[in-house]
């Protein structure tokens, strides 16, 4: 959007009759994220997290730490209360 629509915007914004409520949820509207940026957060904490479980597999490979068992797995999530 160019200066001048930004700016027109603006102006037809102030225009309007708001109340107070409106007001509020014109402005949380304006700094919530897209759907766009949230994807992209999404994404990009998948994509880390499967670099750093692949980076974990191959050091347990090369034998440099210890992989949990399926049941330590297990129970830790049930510690968290996650299962």
């Known amino acids: ?11 037809y ?9 409106n007001r509020k949820w014109l402005a949380e509207k304006l700094i919530e994220p897209s759907d766009d940026a949230k994807t992209a957060q999404q994404k990009a904490y998948v994509k ?3 670099y ?18 399926e049941e330590e797995f297990l129970q830790g999530l049930k510690e968290e209360g996650l299962l």
């Open 1 to 11: 959007m160019t200066t001048v629509a930004m700016n027109n915007l603006w102006a």
């Open 13 to 21: 914004i102030q225009g309007l009759s708001l109340s107070q409520r």
């Open 48 to 50: 880390e997290s499967l």
């Open 52 to 69: 750093r479980a692949l980076d974990e597999v191959k050091r347990a490979q090369r034998g440099e730490i210890k992989m949990m068992t």
